[in-house]
């Protein structure tokens, strides 16, 4: 069977869709991490306004309801200054960084955040592709693409985010894989 696919193909990315996408979910790990330890030291300090004493149960509960908000929001704040401390500007890198081109029976993978990842897979070590999408990437209307390879270990699967008409890339990558796994 004859190789209809060009020996160099570039698969293109959402970059927009995937700069909001990693921005968003990186602000909301900041967030959700760190506002338990606020409403528990906001839970901490309820015993100190709770020895100044109450008037009634409502003024314990706006006491409670003060106390852990106080706590969380001041977290929230920390979260802010970590996201922009840390994550924001990967967030643009790994966004504008991110390549995905087939190389004859190869495929590459390179991004560049604060380190740089560049990974060429033969076709053969790719086991198979899967295209996810979980409730925040449906908001940014994105897909990821995910293949298992044989490297085993923490290399087993590789994830591409933003990945522009997934399912048809995936059926090509597929092809070009069935094409060209032998070469």
């Given amino acids: 069977m004859s190789d209809q696919y060009p020996e160099t193909l570039n698969v293109e990315i959402e970059r927009d869709r995937l700069l909001n996408y990693l921005r968003t979910k990186w602000l909301l790990a900041w967030a959700l991490s760190l506002s338990f330890p606020g409403g528990f030291i906001g839970f901490a300090s309820i015993a100190d306004a709770l020895d100044h004493g109450l008037a009634s149960r409502t003024g314990a509960v706006f006491v409670i309801v ?29 966004a504008s960084s991110l390549t995905v081109t087939v190389e004859g029976a190869f495929l590459r993978v390179r991004h560049h955040t604060a380190v740089l990842f560049d990974r060429k897979l033969h076709f053969r070590s790719i086991v198979d592709y ?54």
């Fill in 66 to 94: 003060r106390c852990i908000g106080t706590g969380i929001g001041i977290s929230f704040l920390i979260a802010l200054f970590c996201y922009f401390a840390f994550s924001h500007r990967i967030a643009s890198r790994l």
């Fill in 130 to 183: 899967t295209v996810t999408q979980d409730f925040l990437m449906r908001y940014f209307s994105i897909y990821a693409l995910q293949m298992a390879t044989t490297a085993g270990g923490q290399n087993t699967n590789l994830i591409i985010l933003g990945v522009k008409d997934c399912l048809r890339v995936r059926d090509v990558l597929a092809d070009i894989d069935r094409l060209r796994e032998h070469q």
